[in-house]
């Protein structure tokens, strides 16, 4: 009895692994979303005004996809020097 519950749960989350993963496949990326700006402000208006009826997990690429194009790769473009300036 014990095995057959066992082989059940793992058959259900299983199952629930997969529909998860269809769904992700037709949603933009990250990438994507920052290249294209149009885009990526409409959604970022849409997940301001109305976050409880969009997909969380396409809200969230959305933040980091701003916060990518605030960002950029992280770089800073200058050296900071090894002694602090003297005010």
């Given at each position: 009895m014990k095995r057959i519950t066992l082989l059940l749960l793992v058959a259900t989350q299983v199952a629930c692994g997969q529909s998860e993963?269809?769904?992700?496949?037709?949603?933009?990326?990250?990438?994507?979303?920052?290249?294209?700006?149009a885009r990526l402000k409409e959604l970022h208006r849409e997940c301001q005004m109305d976050?409880?009826?969009?997909?969380?997990?396409?809200?969230?690429?959305v933040a980091d996809a701003t916060r990518k194009r605030f960002y950029g790769d992280g770089k800073v473009p200058y050296t900071l020097s090894e002694t602090p300036p003297a005010f």
């Amino acid at each position: 009895m014990k095995r057959i519950t066992l082989l059940l749960l793992v058959a259900t989350q299983v199952a629930c692994g997969q529909s998860e993963t269809s769904r992700q496949a037709n949603m933009p990326t990250v990438e994507e979303l920052a290249a294209d700006s149009a885009r990526l402000k409409e959604l970022h208006r849409e997940c301001q005004m109305d976050r409880d009826t969009l997909d969380e997990v396409l809200c969230k690429r959305v933040a980091d996809a701003t916060r990518k194009r605030f960002y950029g790769d992280g770089k800073v473009p200058y050296t900071l020097s090894e002694t602090p300036p003297a005010f």
